[in-house]
């Protein structure tokens, strides 16, 4: 079956491999997502006649719902503001934080951060590597699998997901590798005598795996 990836510029197509370009996916596919790392990803999507002003301060607005002024907030709008060198809205992606109405501390930090995102575009131009974090705390770990998977479904390639989720490329290619076998997990996990740890076990995939594709059978 050809491989089906996310890259932002068009046409990208080599032998089998089919490449999905992001400006032609509609920016609500990612900017209404539950998943940050997703949301940020909007910006780089078709903003479907809206300007980069409207679409940054959607996104934004999108962040704080789903995240409120919390720490976390903090490193999507951080990754948003690298993503935005892609698409020549950092200014506006700048301005439109600055304007957000959040705590003073929350405000500095972010101008501390603003010399380190200007030395990120070289960086992000390049493809930046992250290493795999050692001792990833268990709610940490979940989150980043719930990423991995949706982003996986998605078709967007490992190297994207890594930088965007800010973990190992190991980890995420080690995750995609054991979802070719969510469907033997689903089946199983249907047995009322099933655990995640026995069903862990038996197909030898991560059992933080297991949990992830429990808890999202139980939303459908």
């Known amino acids: 079956m050809p491989a089906t990836n996310f890259t932002g510029r068009c046409p990208l197509d080599y032998g089998d491999n089919h490449f999905y370009c992001l400006d032609e996916i509609s920016y609500r596919e990612f ?23 409207q679409l940054v301060r959607l996104i934004l607005e999108r962040l704080v719902i789903l995240r409120g002024k919390s ?13 935005s060198l892609l698409r020549n809205l950092h200014d506006e992606t700048i301005k439109n934080v600055r304007n957000m109405v959040i705590s003073e501390e929350f405000v500095k930090a972010l101008q501390k951060d603003d010399a380190f995102i200007l030395g990120e575009e070289k960086g992000l131009e390049k493809g930046m590597e992250k290493g795999m974090e050692k001792g990833m705390e268990k709610g940490k770990l979940l989150t980043a699998i719930v990423g991995i998977r ?4 998605k078709g967007f390639d490992a190297n994207v997901i890594a ?42 995939v991560s059992q933080q795996l297991v949990q992830v594709i429990k808890d999202a059978q139980k939303k459908l």
């Open 71 to 83: 720490s976390s907030l903090r490193k999507f709008i951080n990754q948003l503001k690298i993503l």
């Open 31 to 53: 900017v209404y997502s539950d998943i940050p790392e997703e949301v940020v990803i909007g910006i780089l999507a078709d903003p479907e006649g809206l300007d980069g002003e």
């Open 163 to 204: 930088e965007l989720l800010e973990i190992g490329l190991p980890m995420v290619q080690d995750i995609q590798s054991q979802l070719v076998k969510e469907a033997q997990i689903i089946a199983m996990l249907a047995s009322p005598r099933a655990s995640t740890k026995s069903t862990a076990k038996k197909l030898a």
């Open 150 to 153: 949706n982003m996986t479904k």
